[in-house]
């Protein structure tokens, strides 16, 4: 009986051990992505823009592009998602230049900016208000916020004041039901594991991911929301807009047909740009 006990007790403490262990690979993998840089700028479409540096109230410098539009009093920041930069979503957002200022940068710890850690838009919250910040000292106070994939998410996310409008391109409801989604080939090992990294976050981030996710923040926004997302989405499930809008009855919600994730302005095409503008040119019209 006393052997069989300390069996018990070696499996259930070994067992605890390598689920801690692998939980905080895991969560490390997550939290700190290997920086992706684009290749190219947004001269390389046309675009006269300047390389600026922005600095969060925590002290992280983002790198950014400013594609000025002389004939617009209006600007859009664009927020990319994980774990890209700014590059990466230029192209599905390059016809809003035609309307608007943009600004474009690179979420912490991702792209060509600083910070060690990404925590699913938490903090990145502090990001957004840089670009903000930003725009605000060239002049512009009311501003409209594009975000696609995490970028939506801290779009819906942030309680900033100066922003009149919100377009999220497929965006989570909650940080840890996409992780739990995306630990979905781990069976029932991923419940135990997600539990840990969950821990971990609140340990090393001061993130609580139960708390931090869109669906918690959305209800309080009093601004006008479009929320577009494919139904064919493979890495962030359609039923997270729905979720969103169920929360948030007032925002629009556009479903586009067999697109995956990031195809939902290719495969709408000059349907994409005429909504996303025509969203923004109401919201932000004086």
Known sequence: MKLSLMILWRVIVYSALICAVSSFILFYLYAHPKHYISPFTPSASGFVFEAVKLTTADGVELAAWYIPNKKSKNSLIICHGYPMDKGNVLGMTSFLARGFNLLLFDFRAMGGSGGFFSTGGAKELKDVDAAITFLKERGFHKIGVFGFSMGAAAALMSA????????????????????DYALQGLGFFRHPLLLMMKAWSVLLLGVNMNKESPVNRISALRTPVLIIHGDKDSQVPVDSSFKLKAACPGAELWIIKDADHGEAAALAGPAYETRVAGFFEKALKD
Not at 160 to 175: C, G, H, K, W, Y
């Open 160 to 179: 900033n004041p100066a922003i009149a409008a919100r377009a999220a391109d497929s965006p989570f409801a909650e940080v840890g039901g996409e992780l």
